[in-house]
């Protein structure tokens, strides 16, 4: 698709979203970047990359590609749940693991260096029951419903995996660092165990989270990003701040995702700001201006297995020129 393929009927004609936070305590560096958000909005994208690995060959690729960083650094908290030591563990299974471990440190490392803003999901290997790569469905016979019983086994072993991930945002929190936080993704899908037993076990699940995060724990310093796509499985405006979707295109497809854009942002009562949680081709910046598709950023997964890249150099290196992109360069100092 190109400019002159775009139809008017393409084009959004959505009101501006709610940038309040619901968490009435959220930290000054919280308030700060949702303003920063806000004075962007429909100005520009933000350009995020998704790092599973420590390491971060995703950002180094890019940055030797196009000269430039990513101005979300998105990282996974996988290798942080208790049960990662699963039985009939795959090596693909002990890769993902051992390559993740030291990613808290790489982003703390990133976020107090840089002006970059850090996003994190959670792969979470199952509490109990578990084999390989535990947080699929298919691999744990973890049950949900008992969990949210006060009391039970898998009521305790979910509280204990809670407070561990607690301890390791609050090393964000005590240096003054917002964490746009996306847990619980991808749920309607079913593929994952917290999505394995219904939209009301799975909003349970969210609210127990946040009451536990924002209330016992006090992390004020998270920004939540809901993650789906289906609305029977929203679980509040009081407990979401950001809404997102997950959307991988045919590699070559670079359309501004207009559709899937109205679909999703109707989905709040109270109109969120709608990013794209994970993709694969980035969204033209050219496309996305015609059309009003105002994703608040783009987070391009990691390359699986070095198999797949999601978007050709010459693709990068035109997107990450353009003006409408934000990169860390660009990025101002909101702590």
Not at 45 to 58: E, F, W
Not at 121 to 128: D, R, T, V, Y
Not at 273 to 300: C, Q, R, T
Request: hydrophobic letters at 35%; a negative charge.
């Amino acid at each position: 698709m190109n400019s002159e393929l775009l139809e008017e009927k393409e084009k959004s004609e959505l009101d501006s979203p709610n940038f309040i936070l619901s968490n009435k305590n959220a930290s000054d560096e919280c308030k700060n970047l949702m303003k920063y958000f806000s004075s962007i909005f429909g100005k520009n994208i933000l350009s995020g990359q998704h790092c599973n690995k420590s390491t971060m060959p995703d950002i180094e690729y890019i940055r030797r590609v196009t000269g430039k960083t990513p101005a979300i650094l998105g990282f996974d908290l996988l290798s942080y749940s208790a049960g990662v030591e699963t039985t009939e563990s795959t090596f693909e299974c002990i890769d993902e693991v051992t390559n993740n471990k030291g990613t808290v440190e790489a982003a703390l490392y990133w976020a107090k260096n840089t002006n970059a803003i850090i996003t994190f999901c959670w792969h979470w290997f199952s509490p109990l029951k578990g084999k390989d790569k535990s947080f699929y469905t298919k691999n744990t016979s973890f049950n949900l419903v008992r969990a949210l019983i006060d009391g039970t086994e898998e009521n305790l072993a979910l509280i204990k995996d809670l407070d561990m991930i607690a301890y390791e945002l609050k090393k964000f929190k005590d240096n003054n660092i917002p964490i746009l936080w996306r847990p619980l993704h991808e749920a309607c899908g079913g593929w994952f165990w917290w999505g394995a037993y219904g939209s009301q076990s799975y909003i349970k699940l969210y609210r127990l989270m946040y009451e536990r995060y924002v209330e016992d724990h006090k992390l004020n310093n998270l920004i939540w990003v809901w993650n789906s796509p289906d609305k029977d499985w929203y679980p509040g405006d009081d407990v979401v701040d950001i809404n997102s979707a997950d959307y991988y295109a045919p590699l070559g497809d670079n359309r501004p995702l207009i559709e899937e854009y109205n679909a999703f942002y109707n989905i709040p009562s109270s109109k969120k700001p709608l990013a794209l949680g994970e993709n694969g081709p980035i969204p033209d910046p050219e496309l996305i201006k015609l059309s009003k598709a105002y994703w608040l950023w783009f987070m391009v997964w990691n390359n699986i297995a070095e198999r797949i890249l999601w978007n050709s150099g010459e693709d990068l290196k035109r997107y990450f020129s353009n003006d409408f992109v934000i990169t860390l360069e660009d990025l101002p100092k909101l702590r």
